[in-house]
């Protein structure tokens, strides 16, 4: 099926440890993102990626990394997990018409991360 | 910049109720506008778009008309159902230096009663 596949769903990590949150999407969109998830702070944008080789920072970036080598792959990556980084994560892509108008992001399913 | 104000939750409807949820927008281009829900344990659905003035989003029931005077994207539905309970989050994205980024309002929690 065509959309945005995260994996893991679920991971717990302890504290400094490192991992990737893996995001890959189907529908060549040249736009993809990175966002997490608390109650009451509804969604904040990590990081995002405009293009393959492109990416920029977003509301949140410290303690997490990106690349995108690839139209398909947007990888986030966790250096030294803090509790602090408890979230559930939501990958997105989108693409947009010539002008800038946008037809929509597609969100994948999350991923919830619990750092002990 | 760019920020999205949602009204805040939680909303507590009868079904067959009439829904509003207000949103409105600060953009300093153009913007497209969105409707995004989140069912329990889900991702991010759309749930309907606009991306000129005066154009109405409709999808399930559920409407939104973009106003550029007012710069707001009220979304209604004219009876809610249980299966509407959500949490329902207004969006947009801008042209120029910040495309590409999607702009979220704080969710809006609504729960139907049968």
């Known amino acids: 099926n065509a959309g945005v596949t995260q994996t893991p769903k679920f991971q717990v990590l302890k504290t400094g440890q490192s991992m990737t949150l893996q995001c890959a999407q189907d529908m060549n969109h040249e736009y993809m993102s990175w966002y997490r998830q608390d109650p009451g702070m509804g969604l904040r944008l990590i990081h995002y990626s405009v293009g393959a080789g492109i990416t920029d920072q977003g509301e949140v970036p410290n303690g997490y990394n990106v690349s995108r080598s690839t139209t398909e792959d947007f990888p986030l990556r966790l250096l030294s997990a803090a509790p602090s980084q408890t979230s559930v994560y939501f990958c997105?892509?989108?693409?947009?018409?010539?002008?800038?108008?946008?037809?929509?992001?597609?969100f994948g399913s999350g991923t919830r991360l619990t750092v002990v | 910049g760019n920020s999205v104000t949602q009204m805040e939750g939680p909303v507590t409807l009868s079904e067959e109720a009439f829904l509003t949820i207000n949103c409105t927008y600060t953009?300093?281009?153009?913007?497209?506008l969105f409707w995004y829900v989140q069912y329990p344990g889900e991702g991010l659905q759309l749930l309907l778009k606009a991306t000129k003035a005066d154009d109405k989003g409709s999808n399930k029931g559920f409407e939104a008309t973009y106003r550029k005077e007012t710069t707001s994207f009220h979304l209604e539905k004219g009876s809610v159902q249980v299966s509407d309970s959500a949490v329902y989050f207004c969006a947009l994205t801008d042209r120029g230096s910040t495309l590409g980024r999607l702009y979220f309002g704080r969710g809006t929690q609504l729960t139907v009663w049968p």
């Open positions: 953009a300093t281009g153009y913007p497209s």
């Open positions: 997105a892509s989108s693409s947009f018409r010539r002008g800038g108008a946008s037809y929509g992001y597609t």
